[in-house]
């Protein structure tokens, strides 16, 4: 089954630096791969998300990149807000019939302004 | 609100009580999952459903859960006997077919076993 390495656990910018949130994930089969947003106290809502016949994807301050060769993928987050502190997950799905994502540990991400 | 709905928001339960939480998936979703959150931690997969019928329940989950989506639209998770290890955050999601298509979470149900 899939197996998703999320780093780092916590993660302190200062406003305006960029952060880097890395998941490594195991079955090469896997096609998409979303990241999740998490307020505290509040459901994870999906950012952004990529598929495999793409290497990067952009949506304003937010991208993420694909290395399928290396089996990881990356959010960039750039000119951090406080607004940005939040827990983040990544997820990559299972595949050969059990169709179901898997997801990192989260990241802690903290913007101090 | 067009969004997951999960009842209730919090549930609080002696050890050994059964509990039952309830999902209504954005309508047009056919595809709905549960999982669970601890403190710290990822959402842990416990089951999904395709329809009315259950295509995939967890390893990890004890004969004590159960799942249901009779109808093909809400589903209800009971846990039968609860432990304080059953303590989490439950979450409810939805998508259309197949995974490579956006989950949409629930704002999920916080269970406190005491």
């Known amino acids: 089954g899939e197996n998703v390495e999320q780093h780092p656990s916590t993660l302190s910018v200062q406003e305006g630096d960029s952060a880097v949130i890395k998941c490594t994930y195991s079955?090469?089969?896997?096609?998409?791969f979303p990241w999740y947003k998490q307020e505290l106290g509040k459901r994870p809502q999906l950012i952004i998300d990529?598929?495999?016949?793409?290497g990067e994807k952009k949506d304003q301050r937010i991208a993420v990149t694909l290395n399928k060769t290396a089996k990881h993928f990356s959010l960039h987050i750039t000119e951090t807000q406080p607004e940005d502190s939040a827990v983040y997950f990544c997820?990559?799905?299972?595949?050969?019939?059990?169709?179901?994502?898997?997801f990192g540990k989260g990241t802690k991400l903290t913007v101090n302004p | 609100d067009t969004g997951v709905s999960q009842n209730p928001r919090h549930k609080i339960t002696k050890r050994g009580q059964n509990v039952t939480f309830r999902c209504d998936p954005i309508?047009?979703?056919?595809?709905l999952y549960w999982y669970r959150q601890t403190l710290g931690q990822g959402p842990e997969f416990l089951t999904y459903?395709?329809?009315?019928?259950?295509?995939?329940k967890s390893r990890l989950l004890s004969d004590r859960f159960s799942a249901e989506r009779p109808k093909g639209s809400f589903s209800t998770l009971e846990i039968q006997r609860t432990e304080q290890g059953d303590s989490a955050m439950y979450l409810c999601?939805?998508?259309?077919?197949?995974?490579?298509?956006?989950?949409?979470f629930g704002q999920g149900t916080r269970l406190t076993v005491v």
């Open positions: 999601a939805s998508s259309l077919t197949g995974v490579s298509t956006e989950a949409f």
């Open positions: 079955d090469s089969a896997s096609n998409y």
């Open positions: 990529i598929r495999s016949n793409v």
């Open positions: 997820a990559a799905p299972t595949q050969g019939g059990s169709e179901k994502l898997v």
């Open positions: 309508s047009e979703h056919n595809r």
């Open positions: 459903f395709q329809n009315e019928a259950q295509l995939e």
